[in-house]
DNA sequence: TGTTCATATAAGTATATGATTATATAATGA
DNA sequence: TCATTATATAATCATATACTTATATGAACA
């Protein structure tokens, strides 16, 4: 039944922190541990709500020597309803800023 | 915290019975009986819902003879956002439409 | 090889959620 | 007034959720 996957897909979106998520890898991938940086929270928070982002198909996961990175999968059913979602959201560059500023932004070429 | 606004009106439509309520308030104004007759649920389920619905000032209520009829507020400051979320949801019409034919419409004028 | 860093997972816990059953309330109509 | 109908609410219960702490895994590097 439609209703219910339309549900369940709200219901993930549905929690402050995996909207922040979402919100962020928007902008850019990051790892956990950029993650865990801006959102203030402790490590396996992140890594238990990227992975229920992860179960649902909504985000893909990458790993590049000892990160791990994360990056919104666009062909998913429901990315443009995610899309249209996130524009009733803060623009979440500032949060990306201040990594920057702390010089915490992972990088791995 | 806006993230935390939206994150729970996410979660308060992130759920399949509110989601087709919604729908289905979203096409015509209707009493409790028939949402339990057309979601084919019980009364005080229904209700329960209606109510979180009602809490959050998702709907409106007004009592009409023995009915309580319940309406989508448009002046919620999250109804553009449920709008454009109903459009990924398939039509209620089909469900008003099996409820007329069996004689289950409200009528009170 | 052993330590450190990044991440995942397991176990435990408190709280939230969505249903059911039983009951209360309030209007209608015989 | 009493029975019926429509709705709300309370109590209960099973399950889901989101965190914490502790531990496991695996890559990097000295």
């Avoid at 179960?55 to 062909?75: I, M, P, R």
């Amino acid at each position: 039944m439609y209703y219910e996957e339309v549900g369940n897909m709200l219901k993930l979106l549905g929690d402050k922190t995996r909207l922040m998520i979402i919100s962020i890898l928007n902008e850019t991938d990051c790892c956990v541990c950029e993650l865990v940086d801006m959102l203030q929270m402790s490590q396996p928070a992140i890594s238990q709500h990227l992975r229920k982002l992860k179960d649902n198909g909504l985000v893909k996961e990458s790993k590049k020597a000892q990160w791990v990175f994360y990056s919104l999968n666009k062909k998913h059913e429901f990315y443009p309803m995610m899309q249209s979602i996130l524009t009733y959201l803060p623009d979440p560059k500032e949060h990306i800023r201040q990594l920057e500023e702390k010089g915490m932004r992972m990088q791995c070429e």
